[in-house]
């Protein structure tokens, strides 16, 4: 396949052990499938589980994450390549600039943050890659519900279903892209 997929996720530690599980399946697919990850660089959570696991199957990985997080020792410093960006808006407009595709699995604020914004600039069609949203264990759920609720209620159009797809499990992701 040989595609930079770009995949959001937590980075936090406190989440359920399916979360990590699915983090790690997510990073063993990349690398069995010659995908290079690029991710927001950090080594804890989700995020280093997935990163480890790429290396683990001998895949490339490629960290992009704000100098204010390198600071407090929450980078991957194995990564084939680790980008230090001034702030988070550069952070994530690198790693936009470097992926084929996007990938959310399960996150917090943060990863919605980035997922919105791929979203947006696909729907304004500032790109036409693929975006495909993980639902591991209905995590996603309610966000997908608000989503159909914003189209019930004009506030998105019918046709912006299009802009995403979701899958329950990351062995549905490669497939997808």
Do not use: W
Not at 22 to 33: D, P
Not at 103 to 113: C, K
Not at 153 to 164: D, G, T, W
Request: charge should be negative; charged fraction near 25%.
């Amino acid at each position: 396949m040989s595609k930079s997929i770009c995949v959001y996720c937590a980075s936090s530690e406190k989440v359920d052990d399916i979360f990590f599980e699915s983090a790690r399946r997510m990073g063993t697919l990349l690398a069995e499938g010659g995908c290079t990850l690029v991710y927001g660089g950090g080594s804890i959570g989700l995020m280093g589980a997935m990163a480890r696991a790429v290396h683990a199957g001998h895949g490339r990985v490629v960290g992009v994450i704000p100098d204010s997080m390198v600071e407090k020792e929450l980078a991957y410093h194995e990564a084939d390549e680790l980008i230090v960006t001034g702030t988070m808006l550069e952070r994530k407009a690198a790693m936009a600039e470097r992926a084929d595709a996007f990938v959310a699995l399960p996150g917090g604020f943060g990863t919605l943050e980035e997922l919105f914004e791929v979203l947006t600039h696909r729907q304004l069609r500032y790109h036409d890659k693929p975006i495909v949203i993980v639902n591991v264990a209905g995590y996603y759920d309610p966000l997908l519900a608000l989503f159909e609720h914003m189209i019930e209620n004009h506030f998105a159009k019918p046709r912006h279903r299009q802009s995403y797809c979701v899958v329950t499990s990351p062995d549905q992701v490669l497939d997808r892209i």
